[in-house]
């Protein structure tokens, strides 16, 4: 899945010390080394409002193959989570795929506590009566007049300023600053507004910079401490994400950005079947082709680009996670060079996360996109 329908997972997952791989990449290489060799005990969960999401469809008949080619039958191994009455649910349907209907009514981002996180965790053997018991307790506070969820949103409305760091090292909830990171950055970042959490490696990160400082364990040094359960956790930041759009008088619970993107690149790849175009670098030194400035040297071309940063740095990753790593190390570098917020997100899973807030929020952001050549290069069946 991609975005809320693998982030949610995901941080169950690292809560519970489960054993899960979330694949929401078309990095070949993080694609061969999160495959199996054998694939007779493996569950493929394919999480997808839609199912039009042209990065998931196409890991889906990824799998699909390989399970063929093993001689294996796809429909006892895939389990299939979508919208009830979608082109995917009613192809799925038609293969005998085991189908699991989620409600239709809310959002990918806001998933996280109906099928698309709660299927991924029964299979890992969590349980999730006691997350929705946990969550329904909490929610029973929101409303009172000391509510949680209303002191959290105001605190972030009042001192936020645009950027918010968060780190949830060394916590009881790992993975939970990434899961924040998308909701409130792909609901808040419209209309020129919003609020943009970065994930930083440690609460003590330059990355962070002069953001609001969350935490998630009392002890740091941080401006807002919340200690949960991550039952607790989920309904809390959904609440709080939700209540920040009637002040800020956006809609929570669009993605303009996001579908104008993914419409994008599905036209793109249309246009692009035939001939992939040929794409001329502006500048090259050695091993690195650089797009989209110019200069003597590459010091001098990312000296130049960090000078212009205006509120906060991207570095967007198409690379493998899990293979390339040594890339996070750029986030740290970057903050320390040029004082400011720097996030970190893998491509193309950003673009259903963070890739909202930088296209529809304040237009203040300085990007860079890195990306790498394949060695070896997979087909997508069919396409």
């Keep these: 899945g991609m975005g809320g329908s693998s982030l949610g997972p995901e941080v169950l997952a690292k809560t519970f010390n489960k054993q899960l791989v979330c694949v929401d990449t078309t990095d070949p290489d993080q694609l061969l080394y999160n ?29 699909v193959s390989k399970l063929e080619a093993q001689g294996l039958d796809p429909k006892n191994h895939l389990i299939i989570v979508t919208d009830p009455g979608s082109p995917f649910d009613k192809d799925c349907r038609a ?61 972030i409305l009042q001192y936020g300023n645009q950027i918010l760091s968060m780190s949830d ?18 609901s808040t970042g419209k209309e020129g507004v919003g609020f943009l959490p970065i994930a930083i490696p440690t609460s003590h990160s330059p990355a962070g910079a ?10 740091g040094d941080e ?20 209540l920040l759009g009637i002040p800020m008088q956006i809609n929570i619970f ?15 790849l249309d246009k692009w079947k035939a001939e992939v175009p040929s794409i001329t670098p502006d500048a090259q030194f050695g091993s690195v082709q650089v797009f989209g400035a110019n200069g003597n040297s ?19 990753a198409y690379l493998a996670r899990g293979v390339d790593d040594s890339i996070l190390s750029v986030q740290n570098q970057i903050s320390i060079i040029n004082a400011k917020p720097t996030s970190f997100g893998w491509g193309p899973r950003f673009l259903h ?28 069946p069919g396409a």
């Design 254 to 268: 669009d993605q303009p950005n996001v579908q104008e993107a993914k419409t994008s690149a599905l036209a793109l």
């Design 35 to 63: 495959t199996p060799e054998d694939l007779t005990h493996t569950a493929v969960i394919v999480g997808s409002k839609s199912g039009g999401t042209a990065e998931t469809s196409s890991q889906k008949e990824y799998f």
């Design 169 to 186: 090292a060394g916590t009881s909830v790992p993975g939970i600053a990434d899961w924040i990171e998308q909701l409130i950055a792909e």
């Design 298 to 316: 590459l010091r001098q071309i990312l000296l130049s680009f960090f000078k212009e940063t205006q509120r906060y740095s991207a570095v967007m």
């Design 95 to 155: 293969k005998n795929y085991f189908v699991i209907n989620a409600n239709p009514n809310i959002g990918g981002r806001f998933s996280v506590l109906s099928a698309f996180g709660l299927v991924p965790a029964a299979a890992m053997g969590i349980d999730v009566a006691v997350l929705l018991d946990e969550a329904e307790k909490a929610e029973a506070t929101f409303t009172t007049d000391d509510s949680p969820a209303l002191h959290l949103a105001a605190a």
């Design 353 to 380: 996360s963070t890739g909202q807030f930088h296209k529809g929020g304040q237009p203040n952001g300085a990007f860079i996109q890195i990306s790498g050549e394949n060695s070896i290069d997979l087909e997508i």
């Design 210 to 219: 002069d953001g609001l400082k969350i935490g998630f364990s009392v002890g």
């Design 223 to 242: 401006d807002i401490v919340v200690e949960a359960s991550l039952g607790e956790h989920f309904i809390l930041w959904e609440w709080a994400t939700a």
